[in-house]
Every structure is written in C-alpha cells, then in structure tokens.
Nanobody
Framework: QVQVEESGGDLVQAGGSLRLSCAASGSIVSIDAMGWYRQAPGKQRALVAAITSGGTTNYADSVKGRFTISRDNAKNTVYLQMNSLKSEDTAVYYC?????????????????WGQGTQVTVSS
C-alpha cells in the first residue's frame, strides 16, 4: 500500500507566502517525478510544478519566479514554496508522484495522488 498526503494549505492574504508539503509512504522502491497540480472551481486540474528524481524542474508560466518546487528523496517528500501569492492562485492543490513498487519480484510504476489541500488567497 502506498499513501500520498499533502499538508500546508491555508488562508493567506495576497502577497503572502505558503509552503506545501507532500509525503509518500508505504512499500516504496523509488519515486520518479513528483509534482503539484491545482484545480480552481469550474476549471480543470492543471500542472503547477514538477521535479524529477534528479532535480530537474518544470513550472507553469503563471507561477515562474514566484513558486519553487523541491524534494527530499530520503524522506520521499516534495515541497512547494509559494511566494507573492495572488487571488488567482486560490485552488485545491494536489500532489502527484510516480512511485515504483514491487510485487512478486516485479517492479510496477504507478501514478499516485493525494487528497488535496486548500489554498485560499484573499485580495
């Protein structure tokens, strides 16, 4: 069994900062890419930022220069530091991880999602 759990969502004023955390636990062999997605009311879920196991990052244009993704491979954890928050950043933020598990001597890679954490930015 593998679990992915986010934390850190909150209500913050525009211009403020928040740090989201996401930890994966369970029978994990390794984790490939990890990422953060968000979904605002009435909109589709969209990629915010992603990071490979080697540390290569990718950001949505709307958050470049304001958000920073990082990870601690030893803790199976990914972080999202969000600065200069805007009202349009309000959304439920979801963590995604490509996790390798093993069953009967075979390795399997699956996409795992957390349940989401609410970020609300007041203007």
């Amino acid at each position: 069994q593998v679990q992915v759990e986010e934390s850190g969502g909150d209500l913050v004023q525009a211009g403020g900062s928040l740090r989201l955390s996401c930890a994966a636990s369970g029978s994990i062999v390794s984790i490939d890419a990890m990422g953060w997605y968000r979904q605002a009311p009435g909109k589709q879920r969209a990629l915010v930022a992603a990071i490979t196991s080697g540390g290569t990052t990718n950001y949505a244009d709307s958050v470049k220069g304001r958000f920073t993704i990082s990870r601690d491979n030893a803790k199976n954890t990914v972080y999202l530091q969000m600065n200069s928050l805007k009202s349009e950043d309000t959304a439920v933020y979801y963590c995604n991880a490509e996790i390798v598990t093993m069953f009967n001597l075979f390795k399997y890679t699956g996409q795992y999602w957390g349940q989401g954490t609410q970020v609300t930015v007041s203007s």
